[in-house]
């Protein structure tokens, strides 16, 4: 008769696999039948290293961390590209996205965060998706979208001032894109640097030929322009995330 568990981790990121990885370390193996739920249809890579693959100089292929092979090497039943949309606590079970479920012993959620996107008209179509040309930054399908929509466009507006839209900045510009870093606070990477280092950093950017625009805000329209951001931008926006929220999943007591 199995003796084990059943692990179930909701999250196939950074933080999902480094946690498994602990536990595989510390015996888990022959504790656990581990099964991971992650919505992107492939393994684990490093997301600080987007920026690379955004501008060529790296190949999805060369900032994974754990293939496919990895999962089955460990005995990890991975299931890549789908969601789960509800847990139920008392019947320890999880519903997923494609109509099935997943029981477990013990659930670990370690989904991680998404791209805040402005609540501002005309961002989206209005059965909700992106407008063609926006863009969130947050995982190797942004990054692909974006280097696909960038050919043939001239220039690119990139919403926030944090290290991930300095980084897609440059990637974008490396693309052979003029862009504009649209920044709501008086000095870029508010979080981590005061005002006078931040002053070194914009000197520094703009040097690298990337205008700044700080204390502004994007009110986005139908017609594609920045209202108080007086460029008017017929290329791509990129709105990455340095302003992340935490996902979350609710919690429902049904059972």
């Given amino acids: 008769m199995d003796s084990k568990r059943n692990l179930l981790v909701i999250g196939n990121g950074m933080s999902g696999a480094r946690v498994v990885e602990e536990i595989l370390a510390r015996g888990g193996a022959d504790l656990f039948d581990i099964s991971m739920l992650g919505d992107e249809p492939h393994g684990n890579y490093n997301r ?15 900032i994974l961390l754990n293939p496919l092979s990895w999962y089955e090497q460990n005995h990890i039943r991975l299931r890549a590209g789908v969601r789960a949309t509800r847990i139920h606590r008392f019947a320890r079970r999880v519903e997923i996205d494609d109509g099935s479920d997943e029981p477990y012993d013990l659930l670990i959620i ?53 290290l991930l839209g300095l980084e897609c900045a440059r990637g974008l510009q490396r ?5 504009t870093l649209v920044h709501r606070s008086s000095h870029l990477m508010n979080q981590q640097l005061d005002a006078i280092a931040g002053a070194i950093l914009r000197a520094q950017v703009e040097a690298m030929g990337i205008r700044v625009m700080l ?17 008017r931008w017929a290329g791509m926006w990129c709105l990455p995330n340095d302003g992340g929220r935490s996902r979350h999943l609710g919690l429902r007591r049904r059972d």
């Fill in 215 to 231: 204390g502004a805000e994007i009110r986005y329209s139908r017609s594609e322009r920045c209202h108080g951001c007086h460029p």
């Fill in 48 to 62: 600080i290293l987007l920026a690379n693959v955004l501008e060529s100089t790296q190949g999805a292929e060369d």
């Fill in 175 to 179: 693309l052979g894109v003029e862009v």
């Fill in 110 to 162: 370690a989904t991680g965060s998404r791209s805040y996107l402005p609540p501002v008209p005309g961002l989206r179509t209005d059965d909700g998706r992106l407008r063609p040309g926006v863009f969130g930054f947050r995982n190797l399908a942004d990054c692909h979208g974006m280097a696909q929509y960038a050919a043939g466009k001239s220039r690119a507006a990139v919403v926030g001032g944090g």
